[in-house]
């Protein structure tokens, strides 16, 4: 499968991206793992995988029924090689079907989260639970969509996984299913009709040249015949943004509801992952040839690289990331017409009394750290212990508060970093 | 390997994914496609600005800068990390050789 395959939008206003219609962001495995992390540390493991398997099942289940409208897919067997071939696009690995309307087996090769978090974590930590919620999501609605079946009909459940040093990932599926999926709210339409004036900021020419040279370059990355895409120096997968979103905004809404004198500490790790995100995803690409060709080599200065990660955020598909303030090493503000975050949990949970820009607000302060403490013409390596140098070692010299949120009824989302 | 070529681990989302080749300054640019073909590299992306071939058989890459000719070596990542900077030099000695 191409992008020419497809139907894929960028709206240049906002730096979204969409595939049929649904946004998709791009993210690599380090900040994939933690986003899954997160949830489960939120909610218990069990919940946890549970939720994120109902998340990508939701997510998926649309996504495949147009997909294979738009290749004209009728027959099941039709419909379940365009849902391979879309997982293999996605840069999730392979999936081989061997599925009736009743269920059957799945097999999967080089499945992104099994595989990438036996890579990152395998030789230290021994995992008791199969990494790949999504990979069986999806098999589970692609399924559902080749034999007609409403979503939710089937059970499903990931029996081996190489997270587990097994030899490689299976998902059986069996009737009894438990169809009573939600209905996610994330059209282009709807979307597009709920944001604000559009607007830049410092150095926006060329954050904007940048922005969109990148999101012609990743949209051309294709991935290889085991569904893996590799490009600026890291695995990276096409996701739907609905997948990181209902599992963090649901995980949120359970843990206020349930246990509201723990919801600071689920909002500081999904503020984490901004962190983690941005550390190795855009720093990566900082370092990466691709970066260096298109873009030149590096200069240190911390007023570059804001510019430059704003760019990358815009490029992934993150939202139109603008610098209104920058005061080096004591004030940022980052403000942007939207994210893939803020107007999801608007259109999907009603206006917030709190800002949601999870990603944002821990990628603002990331952002400052990597401005003011990483060497970047030194060719730094972006190892764990490096990241735990930056952002676990001790306090961070600088906090955000997200002052601004359309999901709480803002025409913009505004994270402001200043000194601790 | 051959005089004037030098391998040290280079930026990478993995331990030990990714080397440079630092090519001698008597390597001209209009060797490399060749040289890498040579060794069975099959180029997937070749813009001015950079170059991106891939190897089937073993799914290495190499990406070229032509503005500052830095080569970078990419290993799979389902090859063991106590095994990638054997074939990291394995593949630069290679392309030395064909570069030589």
Redesign the interface.
């Known amino acids: 499968m191409q992008a020419d395959d497809l139907k894929l939008s960028r709206v240049e206003d906002y730096c979204l991206t969409f595939l049929e219609d649904l946004p998709y962001v791009y993210h690599?495995?380090?900040y994939n793992l933690f986003h899954d992390q997160t949830v489960d540390d939120a909610l218990g493991e069990d919940a946890g995988r549970e939720l994120r398997m109902v998340a990508s099942r939701e997510a998926t289940y649309p996504l495949i029924q147009r997909c294979c409208a738009t290749a004209g897919a009728l027959t099941p067997a039709e419909r379940l090689e365009t849902a391979a071939a879309l997982f293999r696009w996605m840069g999730h690995g392979d999936l081989e079907f061997a599925v009736q309307a009743q269920g059957g087996e799945v097999r999967g090769e080089?499945l992104h989260y099994g595989?990438?978090w036996r890579?990152?974590y395998g030789?230290g930590v021994r995992r008791t639970t199969p990494a790949d919620a999504f990979g069986a999501g999806f098999a589970a609605a692609a399924t559902e969509v080749a034999f007609n079946l409403p979503a939710g009909e089937l059970a499903v459940e990931e029996t081996h996984c190489v997270a587990l040093r097994e030899p490689e990932c299976d998902i059986h599926l069996a009737p009894g299913g438990k169809r009573d999926l939600g209905r996610i709210r994330s059209e282009r339409a709807e979307i597009l009709s709920r944001l604000g004036a559009t607007f830049g900021g410092l150095d926006e020419e060329r954050i904007a040249a940048i922005g969109a040279g990148l999101a012609d370059f990743v949209r051309?990355a294709?991935s290889?015949?085991?569904g893996?895409i590799?490009a600026f120096?890291?695995?990276v997968t096409r996701h739907l943004a609905a997948y990181y979103n209902t599992s963090i905004y649901r995980a949120v809404r359970q843990v206020e509801a349930r246990m509201p004198q723990s919801s600071p500490a689920a909002e500081w790790l999904f503020r984490e992952a901004g962190h983690v995100c941005v550390f190795?995803t855009f720093g990566?690409v900082l370092?990466?040839?691709?970066w260096?060709?298109?873009i030149?080599?590096l200069s240190g200065l911390a007023e570059d690289t804001l510019s430059y990660c704003c760019a990358i955020a815009r490029g992934l598909g993150f939202g139109r990331w603008t610098l209104a303030e920058h005061v080096p090493g004591k004030r940022l503000v980052l403000r942007t017409p939207a994210t893939y975050e803020s107007i999801f949990d608007l259109c999907n949970h009603g206006a917030s009394t709190r800002g949601r820009c999870y990603i944002l607000q821990g990628a603002a302060v990331a952002l400052m750290v990597l401005a003011q403490k990483v060497p970047w013409t030194e060719?730094p390596?972006?190892?764990p212990e490096f990241y735990a140098s930056l952002f676990s070692a001790g306090p961070l010299p600088w906090k955000v508060e997200e002052t601004r949120c359309i999901a709480k009824g803002d025409s913009y989302c505004e994270a402001v970093v200043t000194e601790v | 390997m051959s005089d004037g070529f030098e391998l040290k681990?280079?930026?990478?989302?993995?331990?030990r994914l990714?080397w440079r080749l630092l090519l001698p300054a008597e390597v001209a640019e209009e060797q490399l496609a060749a040289a890498f073909e040579g060794s069975g590299f099959v180029a997937?992306?070749q813009?001015p600005?950079?170059w991106?071939f891939?190897r089937?058989r073993d799914?290495a890459?190499l990406?070229?800068?032509?503005?500052?000719r830095?080569l970078?070596l990419?290993i799979d990542?389902?090859v063991p990390?106590a095994e990638r900077p054997g074939a990291a030099m394995s593949l630069a000695s290679e392309l030395a050789a064909n570069l030589s």
């Open positions: 690599c495995h380090h080089h595989l990438s890579e990152k030789s051309g294709a290889d015949e085991r893996l590799r120096n890291v695995y190795n990566n370092l990466s040839p691709e260096e060709g298109l030149g080599p060719s390596s972006l190892t | 681990p280079d930026g990478a989302c993995c331990a990714n997937r992306c813009r600005e950079i991106v891939r089937v799914r890459e990406a070229y800068v032509p503005r500052t830095r970078q990419r990542i389902t990390e």
